[in-house]
């Protein structure tokens, strides 16, 4: 449940639903398996798993919501070679170049009758709504994953005021800053990874992973024009992780401070751990965001 990416969301008018009016609306797009014909399905499942039949999960005002996703696997190799088997025979019978209408067509069908004969995996993607600070976490790495989230909430609550956080200042400016002058925040502590592009469309890319990015080189980059668009820091020894040029953050750690703090609390059972967690962490990222929009500059 420990999300190791987020995805941010402001909301922009307060967010007044009660955990059980949350819920109820929740449960009209709860989660189904693909029909034999879908490609996919998406809807909301209990964050507590198997063991719960619960779509919103509560701790200290904030709301744990899941949703999940199931897929089937059409291999595209495997459609492709079947497309092409079944335009050669039906241009040697009818002895023409089909159309691309046509061979659309013949696609479509192939992936229609091959449906129900294919395997299905799944996935959840985890959120919650922080109400007081006015904010949507999702855990994706994926803006279109993120953006399939925050749409089924939408649809499930009739509306969303919510937009991706915006700085004032370009998180891309002020990290190429931190490089070039060495002035970076008290909680901030640069790691050993970047990625600088060139600005111009289509710039050159450098990624530098496991390295020491005070060395001359990185700064000889810099100073020819390139910006940090990726940099992996910590901050406040309680959290790790990348930020991009768009306040995206990956590859999230808790680092020894917080597993300390875990490690102390005895647990009963899987839900009691749950909970733990989640307040935990909700608390973290809640001093966490407010501090980065700082950071660059406040909220746009």
């Known amino acids: 449940m420990w999300f190791k990416n987020l995805a941010i969301f402001r909301l922009t008018e307060a967010f007044t639903l009660a955990p059980e009016e949350l819920e109820q609306k929740l449960t009209t797009l709860a ?57 050669q025979e039906k241009e040697e019978q009818q002895a023409r ?24 995996f799944s ?48 998180p891309s400016t002020i990290m190429t800053q931190w490089l070039l002058n060495q ?14 592009r060139s600005p111009e469309e289509s710039g050159s890319i450098i990624r530098c992973k ?21 940099l992996a820091v910590s901050w406040a020894d309680r959290i790790s ?9 990956k590859r999230l750690r808790y680092l020894d401070l917080i597993q300390d703090q875990i490690s102390e609390i005895d647990i009963a059972d899987a839900a009691a751990q749950f909970d733990v967690d989640f307040s935990i962490m909700s608390a973290e990222l809640a001093n966490l965001i407010p501090r980065l929009l700082e950071i660059f500059g406040g909220e746009n």
């Open 97 to 120: 170049k089909l159309s691309k209408k046509e061979r659309t067509e013949i696609k479509d069908e192939i992936i229609f009758d091959s449906l129900p004969r294919t395997f299905t």
């Open 183 to 196: 002035q970076i925040p008290n909680d901030i502590a640069i790691q050993d990874e970047c990625e600088l």
């Open 123 to 170: 996935r959840k993607i985890y959120a919650y709504i922080d109400p007081q600070g006015g904010y949507i976490v999702i855990d994706s790495a994926s803006t279109k994953t993120a953006e399939d989230i925050s749409s089924l909430l939408r649809k499930s609550i009739g509306s969303l005021p919510a937009i991706p956080l915006n700085t004032i200042n370009k």
């Open 241 to 249: 992780f990348i930020v991009d040029e768009n306040l995206a953050i």
């Open 31 to 87: 989660f189904r398996p693909c029909g034999s014909h879908e490609e996919f399905t998406l809807g909301w499942t209990s964050p507590l798993g198997k063991s719960s039949q619960q779509l919103v999960h509560t701790s200290n005002g904030f709301m744990m919501i899941c949703g999940k996703k199931e897929e089937r696997v059409l291999p595209s190799a495997v459609i492709n070679e079947l497309v092409l088997e079944k335009i």
């Open 210 to 230: 496991r390295h020491d990015l005070a060395l001359p080189e990185i700064i000889n980059h810099l100073n020819t024009g390139k910006e940090v668009i990726k």
